[in-house]
């Protein structure tokens, strides 16, 4: 098909935006554009000569496309581009930097979970896993994609506002010489040092020490 | 950071390294505009290198962007050339670790890291000098997850 004269402006920040390696391009509507303008989007792998086209995101009025299937395998690296058309006339292709999903995603938070006895918790804690395709596609935890996966885990005594952080490789810890009949609130967060990838905190998980014997 | 590559064991920087390339990495990256090429990663994955010769094929890297890489990157832009420098300065030192290795016959190259190299070679020769090592440093991370992945 003839290609049409591209005077349209660009869509503006065209990224990747990655969690858990689900990785989804976005951007902007191009400047001045008011309703109706359709985006196409095609992508490549760095360092292999051909674009591909994401036909799911042909002719799509969204500003985001989910190319997690496209870049799930994270020893590549990626581009992404799109285009914008409105009226007969369109954008150019706009591509996003080269993508590497293995150190450009976040990482959620962690699972956590709290149990107590008297004088002592018990934290067990879960990495998140790998984005995929499927339920039934096999798991993997991203405990197996970095190595050096840590967990800082923040421990606060409700009464008395003291609080203390551990650093732990394996996913469990036991916090004993507490309080008997006192609230914790645990929360924890992911530290991977190289590539440095840091979840946020999770949200505080609440358990009382059983009352002395 | 010690790294176990076969019988050698070589102790790396590699947070300050990643930081490095972190903090210049779009810039480097946005210099090179062939999408299509690869010097690391295709036609061959380094992921896809044995275990037996991932020390051979570390000496061969290291020694690559000490010798072919580094030295060819200077920018007009000084924060650029502080973090290149810093980074090939850690590899200096790595490269030490695994030429003695080598020179003690604990690091020998198989008929696979040899040819693996070569392709390397034959990409990067396939550029012109500056282009090629630019592409090169935009590479790094591809040479340091490959190292962290089994450490």
Not at chain 2, 43 to 50: A, D, E, G, M, R
């Given at each position: 098909s003839g290609e049409l004269y591209c005077s349209l402006p660009n869509p503006r920040n065209v990224r990747f935006e990655s969690i858990n390696m689900k990785n989804v391009l976005h951007w902007s509507a191009p400047e001045g554009t008011g309703d109706g303008v359709l985006y196409k989007v095609k992508y490549a792998i760095y360092g292999v000569g051909k674009w591909i086209r994401k036909p799911e995101c042909r002719n799509i009025n969204r500003t985001w496309c989910d190319l997690s299937s496209e870049t799930s395998d994270y020893e590549e690296q990626y581009y992404a581009s799109v285009k914008a058309f409105l009226n007969r006339t369109c954008s150019d292709w706009v591509e996003t930097p080269r993508f590497n999903p293995l150190t450009d995603t976040k990482i959620d938070p962690p699972m956590v979970s709290v149990s107590s006895t008297d004088r002592s918790i018990s934290i067990i804690l879960t990495a998140p896993e790998k984005w995929k395709r499927s339920p039934e596609e096999e798991s993997l935890s991203l405990l197996q994609v970095y190595p050096g996966l840590q967990y800082n885990v923040s421990v606060l005594n409700k009464k008395t506002k003291k609080r203390w952080f551990f650093s732990i490789s394996n996913n469990t810890l036991v916090v004993p010489w507490l309080e008997p009949g006192t609230a914790y609130c645990v929360s924890a967060q992911i530290h991977v040092s190289t590539p440095l990838l840091d979840s946020g905190f999770s949200k505080e998980y609440c358990i009382t020490t059983l009352k002395d014997k | 950071k010690i790294f176990h590559l076969g019988a050698c064991r070589v102790s790396m920087s590699m947070t300050e390294i990643r930081a490095g390339f972190t903090a210049i990495k779009a810039k480097i990256q946005s210099r090179d505009p062939v999408r299509t090429l690869s010097i690391l990663s295709h036609?061959?994955?380094?992921?896809?290198?044995?275990s037996s010769d991932r020390c051979c094929m570390a000496h061969q890297l290291f020694t690559f962007y000490v010798d072919k890489v580094f030295k060819h990157c200077?920018?007009?832009d000084s924060f650029v050339n502080r973090k290149i420098s810093s980074i090939a300065n850690s590899f200096l030192s790595a490269r030490r670790k695994l030429r003695q290795c080598h020179e003690q016959n604990n690091c020998v190259c198989g008929e696979e890291s040899t040819e693996k190299f070569k392709q390397i070679l034959a990409n990067y020769e396939g550029l012109n000098v500056t282009s090629a090592a630019m592409k090169s440093l935009g590479e790094l991370d591809i040479l340091l997850d490959w190292m962290e992945k089994s450490r």
């Open positions: - | 036609p061959h994955s380094l992921h896809k290198v044995k200077r920018t007009e």
